[in-house]
């Protein structure tokens, strides 16, 4: 699978390859068991007495007078449509009044509405929302087409990556959890694999993935810890949504507290194996570049580009949580609230967590990710940090020995300064 996917710095022939290679190897065989272990049964549906359907309106009709929103801005609709598949396809059908301020429907337009199970419901039909999976197979077809465009093979490779995430969360992780099987464990395995998938599948099975898996990985073992630590300090419940009073009630297996703490883990993955990718391929590329690089100064300047790396991407974290709770906070701030109550109230704490904890493992997998890194792609040394380049081959007559290179300012100035003093005192010559 690697290789097509050879690099100039994966040619460094490294001490620790047999190493790394055995963490790694141990890390697959634990997800791979870990996983048959955990693997659910399909779980039970919840039955919701309703069935969706696509259909089409045909009409659009005015509401009577005594059905009309008391609200002006509101707009009160009776549409006429057709089902276009399940038992009643083809026939036409009128709806309950729908209720919008923004929703305007026009003859042709295709919407989702839910079918009662009950053959005698005095309601046949009403309207559960609109058709909308045409534009977004467009926006996937738009959004393939730029990462093959400008990714190519890699690209390719990267949304097959992708559809593996999709498929350990649709076929393993969702079910597990649905079954009753703790989250928390359900998420390490889910994690675990969707990051041996995404980086092998995409940038090969090479040293340097190797070193970033472990690396985000790590990184995952100390988000994992935080987050249990400070969830259970807060005393969160996990019941900060419809959804999840639903669920509890609906499936009574679900541990809702425990679905917190997974959704923090598989969280902060995306950003993880971004920052650990980055730090490994920094490292080795240095030291393709210099195979005398000292480990210390390989670790240094890759941590240099580190900190630029983890401030833009803390910043990303930061601003995509408070852009996804914007409709929240400014309920708060209509209400009245100051920041400290708006922060104390769980539906905004339990988001603060999930930033900062996410945010802390994603600085600590810099550090720890190029340490490693650096240890990885490095000879054995002779003397101090110092790496010893034997001479050429006899075979190579003629060819002058190779040399590790010194310092680029330091020849310069000593050769200026014999100049120099050659000026100054001509007698010296």
Request: with cysteine.
């Amino acid at each position: 699978m690697g290789a097509g996917h050879s690099h100039t710095h994966e040619t460094v022939e490294t001490p620790w390859r047999t190493p790394v290679a055995v963490a790694v190897g141990l890390l697959v065989a634990a997800t791979i068991v870990a996983a048959l272990v955990l693997w659910p049964a399909r779980p039970d549906q919840i039955d919701q007495g309703t069935e969706l359907y696509d259909a089409t309106v045909t009409a659009r009709l005015e509401c009577p007078p005594d059905r009309a929103a008391s609200n002006p801005d509101i707009s009160c609709e009776i549409l006429q449509i057709e089902v276009l598949d399940g038992p009643d396809a083809g026939q036409l059908f009128e709806l309950p009044p729908v209720y919008d301020a923004q929703t305007i429907f026009e003859a042709g337009d295709d919407i989702v509405v839910a079918g009662s199970a009950s053959l005698d419901a005095p309601v046949r039909y009403s309207f559960a929302d609109r058709q909308r999976l045409a534009t977004l197979v467009t926006l996937a077809i738009l959004f393939a087409g730029a990462v093959i465009l400008l990714g190519r093979e890699r690209g390719f490779l990267a949304l097959f990556g992708l559809a593996g995430s999709a498929a350990v969360l649709g076929f393993f992780a969702l079910p597990a959890i649905l079954a009753g099987t703790p989250p928390l464990a359900v998420a390490l395995v889910s994690a675990s694999a969707i990051a041996i998938i995404a980086m092998f599948l995409t940038h090969g099975v090479t040293m340097m993935t190797s070193v970033a898996l472990l690396g985000t990985v790590s990184a995952l073992a100390l988000t994992t810890t935080l987050g249990w630590l400070f969830i259970s300090l807060a005393q969160f419940t996990g019941f900060t949504s419809d959804e999840a009073f639903y669920l509890a009630a609906a499936s009574g297996t679900v541990d809702v507290r425990g679905l917190l703490l997974a959704g923090l883990v598989i969280g902060a993955l995306g950003a993880l194996d971004d920052m650990t990718l980055t730090q490994a391929s920094l490292a080795f590329e240095l030291r393709s570049a210099d195979p005398s690089m000292p480990r210390f100064e390989i670790f240094s300047r890759a941590m240099r580009v580190g900190r630029d790396h983890v401030g833009a991407t803390v910043n990303t974290l930061v601003l995509a949580y408070a852009g996804a709770s914007l409709p929240l906070l400014l309920l708060f701030v209509v209400g009245g609230r100051g920041w400290a109550d708006v922060a104390n109230s769980e539906l905004v704490a339990t988001e603060i967590v999930r930033t900062l904890v996410g945010s802390i493992g994603l600085v600590a997998s810099v550090p720890l990710t190029t340490w490693l890194a650096a240890w990885a792609v490095r000879a054995p040394e002779t003397s101090g940090d110092e790496l010893a380049v034997p001479s050429a081959p006899s075979t190579q007559a003629g060819r002058p020995p190779l040399r590790k290179p010194a310092d680029d300012a330091a020849p310069t100035r000593s050769l200026r300064d014999r100049l120099r003093a050659d000026v100054d005192d001509p007698s010296d010559t």
